[in-house]
C-alpha cells in the first residue's frame, strides 16, 4: 500500500506560481514513478508530468512545459511540482499518483497509476 497526500493548492491570480507537494508513506520502494494530474470540472483527468525515483528523468504535457516543473526529494518521500505562469486554464483539481511497474515509456494516462492522492484545489483568476 502506498499512501498519497497532495498539499499547497490556493487562489492564485493569472502570472503567479504555487508549489504544490504530495508527501508518500507506506511502501514507497514499491513505487516506480511518480506523476501529476488534473481534473477541471465537467472535464476528464489529464497529464501534467511525471518523474522517475531512480534518475529523476522527467516528462511534460505540452501545456505546461516551460511552466511547471516536477521534481523529487527520493529521502523525504515527496514529490514536488512547481507551477509558474498560471494561466487562467491552469485551474483544476490537482492530484498526485504513484505508478509501481516499470515501462519503457512515460505513462500518461490514469489507469497505468496504481495509487491516487485526494487532490489539490488550484483556482488561477484573471
Known amino acids: 500500500q502506498v499512501q498519497l497526500v497532495e498539499s499547497g493548492g490556493g487562489l492564485v491570480q493569472a502570472g503567479g506560481a504555487l508549489r504544490l507537494s504530495c508527501a508518500a508513506s507506506?511502501?514507497?520502494?514499491?513505487?516506480?514513478?511518480m506523476g501529476w494530474f488534473r481534473q477541471a470540472p465537467g472535464k476528464e483527468r489529464k497529464f501534467v508530468a511525471t518523474?522517475?525515483?531512480?534518475?529523476?528523468?522527467?516528462y511534460y504535457a505540452d501545456s505546461v512545459k516551460g511552466r511547471f516543473t516536477i521534481s523529487r526529494d527520493n529521502a523525504a518521500n515527496t514529490v514536488y511540482l512547481q507551477m509558474n505562469s498560471l494561466k487562467p486554464e491552469d485551474t483544476a483539481v490537482y492530484y498526485c499518483?504513484?505508478?509501481?511497474?516499470?515501462?519503457?515509456?512515460?505513462?500518461?494516462?490514469?489507469?497505468?497509476?496504481?495509487?491516487w492522492g485526494q487532490g489539490t484545489q488550484v483556482t488561477v483568476s484573471s
Open positions: 499518483a504513484a505508478r509501481t511497474y516499470y515501462s519503457g515509456s512515460y505513462s500518461t494516462t490514469t489507469y497505468e497509476y496504481d495509487y
Open positions: 507506506g511502501r514507497t520502494f514499491s513505487s516506480y514513478a
Open positions: 518523474i522517475r525515483w531512480s534518475g529523476g528523468s522527467t
